[in-house]
């Protein structure tokens, strides 16, 4: 339906003025603590460079090799690695432009793996396995029967959604509003990163398109339109087809290390213990596991085989930090301070943090009273 044309802009007007609110206290605040005006967040460029880079071309996030793999970690040496590499202090926000240009430089000087990375996106995308990021479907299925059920899933929506939305576009322009929230999520996904979550904003648009599949097959099978059904049908399964024929991506252990994190959190420690050992033993070479071990060591008072843990997480990892902070903090708990100022102060030498000088402060005042 046309209307006058300032009818529009007084909607966009209306709608502008409603992000601004949005945004604002989250300005203001991002203003007061670093002194730049932020409208949202300043890691898009790590993002951004972890996503296209020339270590990762499957699509998915994997920080590079100087990188942290925990988020606030990550931040924290991409920061310090793009200082390095300009020679200079960066603010927040030049360190995330950094990294954003640098991702364009890559992009610009390999056009030839724009392809390759598109098509990785775009197919854990369209695939029928999740790949979690922050939180797994699968693992809250283990606690929800509902969540458990095999049906419906990701692969039956988008053979259906596809042909619907086709459909009634072709029926009424007005289902073409439906296409935009599917295209922006997938310009997100092909800009950063392919992610269960990222793709979710999109799922409630294609059951509406399910919907509108499932009516007009309906309307033709009440007319006898069989020719029409069976194009339909047809398509639709082939888009099932494919969707369910691209192989999961291998497990990262994210799964099993946050659960057993959140199991040691609440104290049920067999229960954490059994689960980091299982990701111990799947994921041999990820110190993480070791480190939680060692936590859930401490925390049932086995101080020896916490530090046999955490050993175990520094021959892995020789930078891990929080190895080298939980070693000291149980050597200070078993009254051995200088064991821990050692400890301590080799944490501080990969990341200077305000607990682990705190820890070492006591282990000096330990140390002269046992003088």
Not at 13 to 19: I, Q, R, Y
Not at 279 to 299: D, I, K, S
Request: proline share 6%.
């Amino acid at each position: 339906q046309r209307s006058p044309w300032r009818k529009p802009i007084m909607h966009c007007g209306v709608l502008l003025a409603g992000f601004v609110v949005m945004l604002a206290p989250g300005v203001l605040r991002n203003y007061a603590v670093t002194g730049e005006v932020a409208f949202m967040n300043t890691q898009g460029g790590r993002l951004f460079y972890c996503s296209n880079n020339p270590s990762n071309l499957t699509g998915r996030y994997n920080v590079p090799s100087f990188s942290r793999a925990d988020p606030v970690a990550s931040e924290k040496d991409f920061h310090a690695e793009g200082e390095r590499r300009m020679g200079k202090s960066l603010t927040q926000r030049e360190a995330s432009m950094y990294w954003a240009l640098e991702t364009g430089r890559f992009l610009m000087e390999n056009p030839a793996v724009v392809p390759t990375l598109f098509y990785n996106k775009l197919k854990g995308t369209i695939g029928h396995c999740e790949i979690p990021t922050n939180h797994s479907y699968e693992m809250a299925a283990r606690f929800s029967p509902l969540l458990g059920w095999p049906f419906p899933f990701f692969s039956f929506a988008l053979a259906l959604a596809v042909p619907g939305l086709l459909l009634g576009v072709w029926q009424s322009r007005k289902a073409t509003v439906l296409l935009l929230p599917i295209l922006i999520t997938l310009a997100t996904i092909l800009i950063f990163y392919t992610s269960s979550r990222f793709r979710m904003p999109m799922v409630p648009f294609l059951i509406i398109g399910v919907g509108i599949c499932l009516s007009v097959l309906w309307k033709w099978a009440v007319m006898k339109q069989w020719g029409r059904s069976s194009l339909v049908i047809a398509a639709s399964a082939l888009i099932g087809f494919i969707s369910l024929s691209i192989p999961c991506p291998p497990k990262s252990g994210a799964e099993e290390f946050f659960l057993a994190k959140a199991y040691h959190r609440i104290g049920e420690l067999e229960k954490a213990r059994k689960m980091a050992q299982e990701g111990a033993a799947a994921y041999p070479r990820q110190a993480r596991f070791q480190v939680l071990l060692g936590m859930v060591a401490t925390a049932g008072d086995e101080p020896e085989k916490a530090i046999e843990y955490n050993v175990k997480a520094i021959a892995l990892e020789p930078g891990n930090v929080d190895a080298w902070h939980n070693m000291g903090l149980t050597f200070l708990l078993t009254s051995r301070p200088e064991a821990a100022i050692r400890c301590f102060e080799k944490a501080i030498s990969f990341e200077d943090r305000d607990n682990t000088r705190y820890l070492m402060k006591q282990a000096y005042e330990q140390m002269r009273q046992l003088e």
